[in-house]
């Protein structure tokens, strides 16, 4: 089915499937004629001897053959990951921006107390990781709120609670304001995280509820790079508070909302009928003695 679904995908051409399947161009020939031959269908129609296109009857076998290989391959992945979980490996995924600020210690801390545990931590944008929890492939998720997961399906601890702040220059007019209102940024270019984060809708919804056009210059899932963007100009990162920890206090200003946008963080998990041993353990320790609220970051 692979050999068969690597020559439709090349356009029927032998020589470019032999190649990217890496076996021989006759043998890959060969393989088509003993099929057709075997099972007394054919399944491409020729012009000079060369293949040409999938004839009806091998269109409909490359749609079953799709999905039949598709199917295998996630078996093959939920194989694994199963495996992993009875050999004491969790997948956690974790924003990276809270990966570095809350957790860069924290978790080298747990794994060295607990030698008996892996834990394999994905980085990406709350949504992304939100979706990667709801399809199985995390164990465990740290995510921004809203969560937007079933109550009944899942556990969910709060486990931080800050806000959005605005990081700027610190020759920037407004540097000076004690507490900014949302109106006050209207007219100057904005920064934030990309549409894959959670931030980016928070951000959004607010300036809308506010009747503000978000004038965005820059989106980007770097948080380093959207505060030095802020540099000698105008404009305006709109980030988490605890971000401010590693901000050059000579160059940047950090300045707070009268009515902010709240970030605060939530470890969720599926609820299952039964866990098993190790994975009961590991989510009861990361609750009780690692994911306790902070009022700032480990550092």
């Keep these: 089915m692979t050999y068969f679904i690597n020559i439709v995908e090349c356009g029927c051409n ?3 499937a032999a190649k990217k399947i890496h076996i021989s161009q006759s043998a890959l020939s060969q393989f088509v004629t003993n099929f057709e031959s075997t099972e007394g269908i054919q399944l491409f129609n020729r012009r000079n001897g060369r293949l040409e296109s999938l004839t009806e009857a091998g269109g409909k076998i490359y749609r079953f053959a799709t999905e039949i290989v598709n199917r295998h391959e996630e078996m093959q992945s939920m194989i694994h990951m199963e495996a992993l979980k009875q050999k004491g490996t969790f997948n956690l995924g974790i924003p990276s921006l809270i990966l570095r600020v809350y957790f860069s210690s924290i978790l080298p801390k747990f794994l060295q107390d607990n030698p008996q545990v892996n834990i394999q931590v994905t980085e990406d944008g709350s949504n992304e990781l939100r979706q990667k929890l709801v399809t199985g492939d995390l164990n465990f998720a740290v995510v921004i709120e809203p969560t937007n997961l079933d109550p009944k399906k899942y556990e969910q601890y709060i486990i931080q609670v800050d ?3 605005a990081y700027m220059d610190k020759n920037h007019p407004l540097a000076d304001k ?10 100057y ?6 549409k894959s984060f959670t931030t980016y809708d928070l951000i959004t919804e607010k300036l809308k ?9 820059y989106l980007s899932s770097t948080w380093d790079f959207l505060i030095e963007s ?12 605890p971000l401010e920890y590693f901000v050059d206090k000579n160059k940047f200003k950090v300045v707070r909302f009268k009515d902010p946008v709240p970030f605060n963080i939530w470890f969720c998990r599926p609820y299952k009928a039964n866990y098993n041993e190790v994975e009961a353990y590991v989510y009861e320790e990361l609750l009780k003695g690692y994911y306790q609220p902070l009022s700032e970051p480990h550092s």
């Design 14 to 16: 032998l020589s470019i």
């Design 163 to 165: 806000e959005y702040v």
């Design 178 to 187: 004690e507490l900014l209102e949302w109106k006050d940024i209207a007219q």
């Design 189 to 194: 270019g904005l920064a934030t995280f990309n």
């Design 209 to 217: 509820s506010k009747k503000i056009k978000a004038n965005f210059a």
């Design 230 to 241: 802020t540099y000698q100009n105008d404009m305006i990162a709109l980030l988490p508070r």
